[in-house]
């Protein structure tokens, strides 16, 4: 009996046993996974929400061609060179509907008027140039043509403010015309015909006038002054550029001044005041050349009205010369 129960089979008994239960610590291992998850979703959200158009196109295109992009360069591409913007608010940007992550472009405010100067200054400044060239050209043919050569003391050069003058003057012992007449010596025809050659080369319009020494000048019952006689010498001219090769149309303005504006005020008489000037104008002087006058707008309660116009209500007298016969009394 004894010996019976030395035989039993040995039973061993494992109890296994779970700590805590549904209290285990199992479930935050994986609470942790879902929250590093979401937190990196909010992550990425942000940072696509804070990050250019641009920025966004170069991500956008690295996924559809990485290769592409890793071989080329550019925003993404693995390069140090591309940041992609941190996020937060932009203080520089405008509120409104402005897209997340892009600044409003500089504005630029342009002064018209500023702008119109300078461009008018640029276009004076090219233009006395050429001037300046056409100088040189006439001043080059003078002294390679014989011809003319021989008169460079009589044609004087200059820049005014209408444009280039050229004045081809008297001398006491070789007039330009017949004395008393508008009938052109025939190196004074010589001179005109290289000289309107030379003028045609140039955009620019021309303006013509004839003057007079001080010496009075009348026939019979005055009706032949020098103001005719300084006008019909600058028409000769005119026909005499015009046969040289300049184009007619050209020609906007010719004056007779008679002895209204000298060249030498000290000596009214002296020959040198008898000249023909012609003006290669610019283009401030042509709209001037090329407008019949102009309206003014008049302030009463200014005083522009008593500045403007006389005492009697007449339009104050130009400066300017007009061209025109004093008026007889």
Do not use: C
């Not at 010996?3 to 039973?11: A, L, M, Q």
């Not at 090219?126 to 060239?133: D, N, S, T, V």
Request: no cysteine; aromatic share 4%.
């Amino acid at each position: 009996m004894s010996e019976d129960k030395n035989k039993r089979p040995i039973v061993i008994k494992r109890i296994k046993k779970v700590a805590g239960g549904h209290h285990g610590g199992a479930w935050k291992i994986a609470y942790a996974d879902f929250v590093t998850a979401m937190m990196a979703f909010f992550l990425l959200m942000w940072l696509l929400g804070s990050t250019s158009k641009g920025d966004l196109e170069g991500i956008s295109e690295y996924f559809k061609t990485p290769l592409k992009v890793a071989l080329m360069g550019g925003s993404g591409s693995g390069d140090s060179s591309s940041i992609i913007k941190g996020g937060g608010q932009d203080l520089t940007r405008s509120e409104g509907q402005v897209k997340s992550g892009e600044l409003d472009p500089e504005k630029k405010i342009i002064n018209l008027k500023a702008a119109n100067e300078e461009r008018i200054r640029n276009e004076t400044k090219q233009e006395i140039e050429k001037l300046k060239e056409l100088k040189s050209k006439i001043e080059a043919a003078i002294e390679n043509n014989k011809k003319l050569k021989e008169f460079k003391k009589q044609i004087l050069l200059d820049l005014t403010t209408e444009g280039l003058r050229i004045q081809i003057v008297d001398e006491k012992n070789r007039p330009m015309f017949r004395s008393g007449s508008a009938q052109l010596e025939d190196y004074t025809r010589d001179i005109l015909r290289e000289i309107g050659l030379m003028l045609n080369d140039m955009p620019n319009k021309v303006s013509l006038s004839g003057h007079t020494d001080a010496t009075a000048y009348a026939t019979a019952g005055g009706r032949y002054s020098n103001w005719e006689l300084s006008a019909d010498r600058a028409n000769a001219s005119r026909r005499e550029l015009i046969t040289g090769g300049l184009v007619d149309e050209k020609i906007v303005r010719v004056v007779g001044l008679s002895s209204a504006v000298l060249f030498d005020k000290d000596q009214p008489q002296n020959p040198i005041n008898r000249r023909i000037s012609i003006i290669v104008m610019n283009k401030k002087a042509e709209e001037a050349a090329q407008q019949d006058g102009g309206t003014v707008q008049l302030d009463a309660e200014n005083g522009d009205v008593a500045t403007t116009l006389g005492a009697s209500g007449v339009p104050a007298a130009s400066p300017a010369v007009t061209g025109g016969a004093p008026p007889t009394h």
